[in-house]
Structures are given as C-alpha cells and as structure tokens.
T-cell receptor, first 113, second 114 residues
Framework: AQTVTQSQPEMSVQEAETVTLSCTYD???????LFWYKQPPSRQMILVIR??????QNATENRFSVNFQKAAKSFSLKISDSQLGDAAMYFC??????????FGTGTRLTVIP | DAGVIQSPRHEVTEMGQEVTLRCKPI?????LFWYRQTMMRGLELLIY????????DSGMPEDRFSAKMPNASFSTLKIQPSEPRDSAVYFC????????????FGSGTQLSVL
C-alpha cells in the first residue's frame, strides 16, 4: 500500500525568507510520480511542482524547488523568497502509473509580513 | 479551456434528502476522479473513471453513494439518502490517461447535511 506522510501540520515563515515543507512516502513501486499541490483559502487545488522518480535531478519551478531523496523516500518542498500569496495548505501526493493520487494530510503554511 | 467545472459550489440539504453533485471535465481528458475532503480524513479518493468506465470504486463509503459518467463530458456523484457525516468538500478532477499526468481539479462542492 502507498502512504504519504506530512509530519508538519503547520509551518510559518517570514515574508522573503525560505521555508521547507517535509514529505515522506512509502511504496514498493520503482516508477512513480510525486507532486506538491497548493490549496489556498479559495479551495482550489493548484499544482505547484511535479517530480518523476526516474529522474535524479530535482524539479524546480521559479521560487519552488524540491529535494527528492529516492532511497530515503523523501520529497521536501522548498519555497524561496516567500510571498504573502504563498499562504495556503500544501499537500504532497504520490502517483503510480495512470492511477489516482494518494495525498498526505497537508501542511498549513502561514506567511508573516 | 474553462477548466474542470463543478456544480453547485455550495449545497445545503437536510438529512435523508438526495444530493447530486455534477462535474464537467476538461475537454479531451479521459480520466475523471471524485475526491472527498474532510478535516478528519483529508483527501480521499471515492471513485475514478477511465474512458467513462469506473475503474476503482473501493473508496465509495457505502451503497448510499453512486457515481456515473454517461459520456466523456459529464459525471455525477449522488448520495441517497444523505447523512450529516457526509458533510465535506467534494472535488472532481480530470486528467489525460497517461502515466504521471497531473490532475486538474474543480473548485469543489461544499456539502452540508443538516
């Protein structure tokens, strides 16, 4: 069975600073995909970043980057130069093949002005 | 494209009533997913369809829940009869049926059963 664990229910960061959100997962699969989704108060689920497990290079999208450690089954999200608009719930998710996403329980990020 | 469209955005009903949630996936997408989000259980997959065919409905709580996808552009999730514990946000998402394709989510339906 696939499980996704986010051990930080809440995090806070000062505006313009950097924050890292943690995620670990458990699977016996060798090919899979990892995602970070953002859910602002509007409720919309927005894809932040995606990582293919077969790629060693960490994915980057502007101020968002990941630290993917396959052996450790770890997939953390780093947000640089935090902005007020980054305040949201962040969900780590795992996917094998063309199947559904397994989500973690989320981390609520607060950005302090 | 307008994205995944869900209706209604909010639904308030009384226990015992039938509730129907609707979803229009992104045109060209051939996988559709229904998720439920609660504070206690987070995001749970209820059911998903590939090419309009239900593939996995193991997440459907019980027989009171049913989902249909009569064509590629429309799906419904029905709860009959509804109960207060069904109160949650219900999301529909769609994607292309390919490995690792990202899901596009609708705005969700906030269901309150009184």
């Amino acid at each position: 069975a696939q499980t996704v664990t986010q051990s930080q229910p809440e995090m806070s960061v000062q505006e313009a600073e950097t924050v890292t959100l943690s995620c670990t997962y458990d699977t016996s699969e060798s090919d899979y995909y990892l995602f970070w989704y953002k859910q602002p108060p509007s409720r919309q689920m927005i894809l932040v970043i995606r990582q293919e497990a077969y790629k060693q290079q960490n994915a980057t999208e502007n101020r968002f980057s990941v630290n993917f450690q396959k052996a450790a089954k770890s997939f953390s999200l780093k947000i640089s130069d935090s902005q007020l608009g980054d305040a949201a719930m962040y969900f780590c998710a795992f996917q094998t093949g063309a199947n559904n996403l397994f989500f973690g329980t989320g981390t609520r990020l607060t950005v302090i002005p | 494209d307008a994205g995944v469209i869900q209706s209604p955005r909010h639904e308030v009903t009384e226990m015992g009533q039938e509730v129907t949630l609707r979803c229009k996936p992104i045109s060209g997408h051939n996988s559709l997913f229904w998720y439920r989000q609660t504070m206690m259980r987070g995001l749970e997959l209820l059911i998903y369809f590939n090419n309009n065919v239900p593939i996995d409905d193991s997440g459907m709580p019980e027989d009171r829940f049913s989902a249909k996808m009569p064509n590629a552009s429309f799906s419904t999730l029905k709860i009959q009869p509804s109960e207060p514990r069904d109160s949650a946000v219900y999301f529909c998402a769609s994607s292309l049926l390919e490995d690792g394709e990202k899901l596009f989510f609708g705005s969700g339906t906030q269901l309150s059963v009184l």
